[in-house]
């Protein structure tokens, strides 16, 4: 596609209960990050992946986020047992060479109740 | 460790002044990007720089990049309203080809 999407752009869940949010980035774009974006504060990386290598894992802030790409296309960020803490906007971007930057999509708004 | 400081952190101008802001990383570093965000929005890509003295403007905004001081300057001459935004500076790690260090963001607000 033209941009990168993002699915949903908004979510509500009930404390406890997993979610699941969407990220399909530019074709051919083989770098492809997650970052979460606190109200009023700046970026957080949570994972990234390059086409078929290991995926880099850092970011994540617990054992309940995990995220999965197939190959170059659609990535999946998943959390599990959502916490009222995890409210949030998560952010996906790709990118074709990292030096050129990312382009971001327009964000999951996650509220946990 | 990378860090990466903006100033100000917040910013209310009157429409056709000229003003700076202000990006500082704490070690070496090849490459910096600025990003404009509106509220509600996602991010934007204003300014990729990637090598000392490099300047690039677009509009009323002009960035620049002094690898040797560690310091990015966003520039906005004459603002005008439309510009009201946060602006983030994000500084490539040396240690991950991928990991750009974020900084706070400056929230710029500009009064008609």
């Known amino acids: 596609g033209a941009g990168v999407s993002q699915s949903p752009s908004n979510k509500v869940t009930e404390k406890g209960k997993d979610v699941e949010l969407r990220c399909d980035p530019i074709?051919?774009?083989?770098?492809l990050y997650w970052y979460r974006q606190r109200l009023g504060q700046g970026l957080e990386f949570l994972i990234y992946f390059q086409g078929n290598s290991a995926p880099d894992k850092s970011g994540l802030p617990s054992d309940r986020f995990s995220a999965e790409r197939t190959g170059e296309s659609v990535s999946t960020l998943t959390i599990q047992r959502t916490q009222q803490e995890d409210s949030a906007v998560y952010l996906c971007a790709s990118s074709l060479d990292h030096r050129d930057g990312y382009t971001f999509g327009s964000g999951t708004r996650l509220t946990v109740v | 460790e990378l860090k990466v400081e903006q100033n100000p952190l917040f910013l209310s101008m009157q429409e056709g002044k000229n003003y700076t802001i202000y990006c500082n990383y704490s070690?070496?570093?090849?490459?910096l990007y600025w990003y404009r965000q509106d509220p509600g929005k996602s991010l934007e890509s204003l300014f990729v720089?990637?090598?000392n003295g490099a300047v690039k403007q677009e509009g009323r905004l002009m960035a620049s990049l002094d690898t040797k001081a560690r310091l990015s300057t966003l520039h906005i001459t004459a603002a005008v309203h439309d510009l009201s935004a946060t602006y983030f500076c994000a500084v490539g790690s040396l240690t991950s080809n991928y990991q750009l260090i974020w900084g706070a963001g400056t929230k710029l607000i500009i009064k008609p």
């Open positions: 074709s051919g774009h083989t770098a």
């Open positions: 720089l990637l090598s």
């Open positions: 070690t070496t570093s090849d490459r």
